[in-house]
């Protein structure tokens, strides 16, 4: 058994996949209509064929508490791997993305927080 799909909840996700992409560098793997809206996939390109992240729409009342519970209290609702925190910190704050917290070690993680633009606190880690 392994993960085959995790998602975060959007509130656009045209937007959405805008940022996934152009910032952060994912690649489009999914998409396909569903209703209104899509069934919308982004991929690492370090791992095309790995685990696929759901850019899913928050339209449920109770996906929006949750999605503003997260972010009003800092807590990030998905944690990126990086090899080098402080030139992706670099990269992306050139790009205009607004970080929460600046890389910071905690023990043998160096963890950074940015806003997506898309109503999500997302964690950057540089493990080891």
């Not at 910032?23 to 069934?39: C, M, N, S, T």
């Not at 890389?103 to 950057?124: H, R, S, W, Y």
Request: glycine share 8%; with cysteine.
């Amino acid at each position: 058994m392994k993960i085959a799909v995790t998602s975060v909840f959007v509130d656009d996700q045209a937007k959405a996949l805008a940022f996934y992409t152009d910032i952060l560098g994912f690649a489009k793997k999914q998409d396909v209509p569903v209703g209104e809206d899509r069934w919308l996939t982004v991929a690492s390109p370090a791992g095309p064929e790995g685990v696929e992240l759901l850019l899913e729409p928050n339209g449920n009342p109770i996906a929006t508490t949750y999605q503003q519970a997260l972010f009003e209290s800092g807590i990030p609702a998905a944690l990126f791997a990086t090899d080098d925190v402080h030139a992706e910190f670099e990269r992306m704050k050139a790009l205009g993305v607004v970080f929460t917290m600046e890389p910071t070690e905690m023990g043998t993680v160096t963890q950074a927080v940015f806003d997506d633009t898309c109503g999500n606190l997302i964690g950057l880690a540089q493990f080891g």
